[in-house]
């Protein structure tokens, strides 16, 4: 087979979207040993795609060797195959980019005087010319995919191209602290982070790249086994997306993509998240190269565990315990959602989205491999060190001040507290909806939920479907509270509700659970349970513009401590946020 067609068959694997380009280029810059590496494109890297280095630049004759395939200096033998520290290790990158493209390489050795240009296109390269250039190398990539046409109408909105790239360039400059780097598209720069270094580097390198406010988001992630290391950062709930564009893994230094275990990080969330929500992460996992195989994928982007599951449980169970940790009531503060630079480019390519691709994982259910991983069956020794302690400490401390009642309600809805560190406000919708949904799944798991007696039992009539179904949920209704028996026909005769509902629902409460229970059934992704459980919740919760007494106002707050989930409600909302004095002393400017 002719090598510019074999070029051209590797670069489909190698070079899929303009984002691929980028990270293979920078790949080599970083493994090159540059101190600063500088993207620019144009189009979203249709029309120009330059990455620049002050790396160790090549000799005349390497820089023309580099464009043949399999031509990489990074690997000698076979036993280097089994220890790679390098980013790249095919040499087929420049080979198959510059199969379907026009390439310009401008490379300079420190010790050289004079620099080499290197011209390819098309696969077939024209001779080496000397020529001027700082030292270190340049790649440009124009024209992308001009010769072809399927793959350069396959490319997606430059919106969404342009978010790979800058996905992309935000994940090489979190695994790479000690490099500075700059992203400019059309003139615009989008990411500018110098190089750091100190045991904070991570943190630091997350901030510089999201934004300073992202700091006040991050949960530290950090465990050890002697299988793997996991290090880095979740986000609290609040700052989630909906495109899981925030979401950076890396084994062992390389970036990877791997939905399973961002399932496994968002399933930690349990029900702090809204359905369509990515929780964001930056997470360094690293552990014996001979436990992975990273060979899998040319884009070495995919990734296999040799324990699959001990590693989605590991990962789900420490960020857990993480996020367990942590003080996570959503902070008041400006700019919550987006960072500085970015803010402006994300609003555009947001309203731009498209959906393909924002596509949800499939609605897996990776319960049953991980149920170990929440203390079902027996744990694994990692797992026993993880549960040891309670986060009953981190709760008293978030209990508001003791002693009288400093209750406030504004609006005839949000409920205002004096906390220790500030000042809390809870909306009772959501927080009545927290309380009952878990008191209704406790009720459920025990068979034992607290019932209130109503006054006068009621008899109620349904239409003939909905009948069915309630008679099919009537043993889990009952575990909850509920007191029902048939009576006759298609009614009910209700003698009792569960003891958290508000006792004006209890006339309608049966219809609109029926109502709700469809919906949520619809939807999918939900156990019978929860869903169960989230549609009394929504509909036997306070609603808005109730009027509270401060006792009541109490009760409910202290109740809401006391759930397992406290911050926000059954469906991903927040119920509280707290004002803290940091704050207020920034807002003041003392
Ligand atoms: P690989 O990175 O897998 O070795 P590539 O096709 O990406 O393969 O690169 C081929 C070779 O070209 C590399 O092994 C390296 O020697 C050289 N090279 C590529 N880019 C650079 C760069 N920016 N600076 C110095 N050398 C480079
Ligand atoms: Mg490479």
């Keep these: 087979m002719p090598d510019v067609l074999a070029n051209k068959i590797a670069a489909g694997e190698v070079v899929q979207r303009p984002a691929s380009v980028v990270k293979e280029l920078v790949e080599n810059s970083?493994?090159?040993?540059?101190?600063?590496?500088?993207?620019?494109?144009?189009?979203?890297?249709?029309?120009?795609?330059?990455?620049?280095?002050?790396?160790?630049?090549?000799?005349?004759?390497?820089?023309?060797?580099?464009?043949?395939?399999?031509?990489?200096?990074?690997?000698?033998?076979i036993e280097d195959l089994e220890q790679i520290q390098t980013l790249g290790f095919r040499g087929e990158a420049l080979a198959s980019i510059s199969s379907v493209a026009r390439v310009e390489l401008r490379t300079r050795r420190r010790e050289d005087t004079v620099g080499t240009l290197v011209k390819v296109e098309g696969g077939a390269g024209r001779p080496a010319e000397p020529c001027a250039t700082p030292a270190g190398t340049s790649v440009s990539v124009r024209n992308l995919f001009y010769n072809v046409p399927a793959r350069r109408n396959f490319l997606k909105?430059?919106?969404?191209?342009?978010?790979?790239?800058?996905?992309?360039?935000?994940?090489?400059?979190l695994s790479n602290p000690a490099t500075g780097f700059e992203l400019r598209h059309d003139e615009t720069a989008l990411l500018r982070v110098d190089a750091v270094v100190g045991d904070d580097r991570v943190r630091r390198r997350t901030s510089d790249v999201?934004?300073?406010?992202?700091?006040?988001?991050?949960?530290?992630?950090?465990?050890?086994?002697?299988?793997?290391?996991?290090?880095?950062?979740?986000?609290?709930?609040?700052?989630?997306?909906?495109?899981?564009?925030?979401?950076h893994l890396f084994v062992n230094g390389r970036m990877v993509r791997s939905r399973y275990l961002a399932h496994a990080v968002k399933s930690a969330y349990e029900n702090m998240l809204p359905e369509a929500a990515y929780p964001f992460f930056v997470l360094f996992l690293d552990l014996d190269a001979?436990?992975?195989?990273?060979?899998?994928?040319?884009?070495?982007?995919?990734?296999?565990?040799?324990?699959?599951?001990?590693?989605?449980?590991?990962?789900?169970?420490?960020?857990?315990?993480?996020?367990?940790?942590?003080?996570?009531?959503?902070?008041?503060?400006?700019?919550?959602?987006?960072?500085?630079?970015?803010?402006?480019?994300?609003?555009?390519?947001?309203a731009e989205r498209d959906p393909s691709s924002s596509t949800a994982w499939p609605g897996q259910d990776w319960t049953t491999q991980s149920s170990y991983a929440s203390g079902e069956n027996t744990r694994p020794e990692w797992a026993e060190?993880?549960?040891?302690?309670?986060?009953?400490?981190?709760?008293?401390?978030?209990?508001?001040?003791?002693?009288?009642?400093?209750?406030?309600?504004?609006?005839?809805?949000?409920?205002?507290?004096?906390?220790?560190?500030?000042?809390?406000?809870?909306?009772?919708?959501?927080?009545h909806q927290r309380i009952?949904?878990?008191?209704?799944?406790?009720?459920?798991?025990s068979g034992r939920g607290l019932a209130q007696q109503l006054l006068f039992p009621e008899t109620v009539e349904f239409a003939s479907g909905d009948f069915e179904l309630l008679l099919e949920l009537l043993p889990h209704l009952r575990s909850m509270g509920f007191e029902v028996e048939e009576f006759g026909g298609r009614s009910l005769i209700v003698r009792a509700i569960p003891a958290d509902v508000r006792q004006a629902a209890a006339e309608h409460l049966l219809?609109?659970?029926?109502?709700?229970?469809?919906?949520?059934?619809?939807?999918?992704?939900?156990?019978?349970?929860?869903?169960?459980?989230?549609s009394i919740a929504?509909?036997?919760?306070?609603?808005?513009?109730?009027?509270?007494?401060?006792?009541?106002?109490?009760?409910?707050v202290d109740q809401l401590f006391l759930c397992a989930s406290p911050y926000t409600c059954p469906s991903g909302h927040p119920t509280m946020i707290r004002l803290s004095t940091e704050e207020l002393a920034r807002r003041f400017a003392r």
């Excluded at 300073?212 to 880095?232: F, N, Q």
């Excluded at 982007?301 to 590693?311: L, N, P, S, T, Y």
């Excluded at 209750?407 to 009772?428: C, E, F, K, N």
């Excluded at 009952?436 to 798991?445: K, V």
Aim: proline residues 4%; contains cysteine; hydrophobic residues 40%.
């Design 30 to 77: 970083i493994d090159a040993g540059a101190r600063l590496v500088r993207v620019f494109t144009r189009s979203a890297g249709r029309d120009l795609i330059q990455v620049v280095d002050d790396g160790c630049g090549m000799s005349e004759t390497d820089a023309v060797a580099c464009f043949r395939r399999h031509a990489t200096s990074k690997i000698r033998s």
């Design 157 to 173: 909105t430059p919106a969404t191209e342009l978010r790979h790239i800058v996905d992309t360039v935000q994940s090489l400059a």
């Design 210 to 247: 999201f934004g300073a406010d992202i700091g006040d988001h991050l949960v530290p992630v950090s465990e050890t086994t002697s299988y793997l290391r996991i290090s880095g950062f979740v986000g609290r709930p609040e700052r989630h997306r909906k495109t899981p564009a925030d979401q």
């Design 290 to 350: 001979q436990h992975i195989d990273v060979n899998v994928h040319p884009t070495k982007a995919e990734i296999k565990f040799d324990d699959e599951r001990g590693v989605y449980g590991f990962v789900r169970a420490v960020v857990k315990k993480a996020l367990g940790m942590a003080d996570l009531i959503p902070q008041l503060d400006e700019g919550a959602n987006l960072p500085g630079l970015m803010t402006g480019v994300y609003s555009a390519l947001d």
């Design 385 to 431: 060190a993880l549960y040891g302690g309670s986060d009953a400490e981190v709760k008293l401390e978030r209990r508001p001040v003791e002693g009288e009642l400093r209750y406030w309600q504004l609006a005839d809805r949000y409920i205002a507290t004096p906390l220790r560190s500030g000042l809390l406000v809870v909306d009772p919708v959501g927080a």
């Design 436 to 445: 009952i949904y878990e008191h209704a799944l406790e009720g459920m798991r």
């Design 511 to 534: 219809r609109e659970f029926v109502e709700e229970y469809r919906l949520g059934r619809d939807r999918g992704s939900l156990s019978r349970e929860e869903n169960i459980a989230r």
């Design 538 to 556: 929504r509909r036997g919760a306070v609603r808005a513009g109730a009027r509270m007494s401060p006792t009541e106002m109490s009760s409910l």
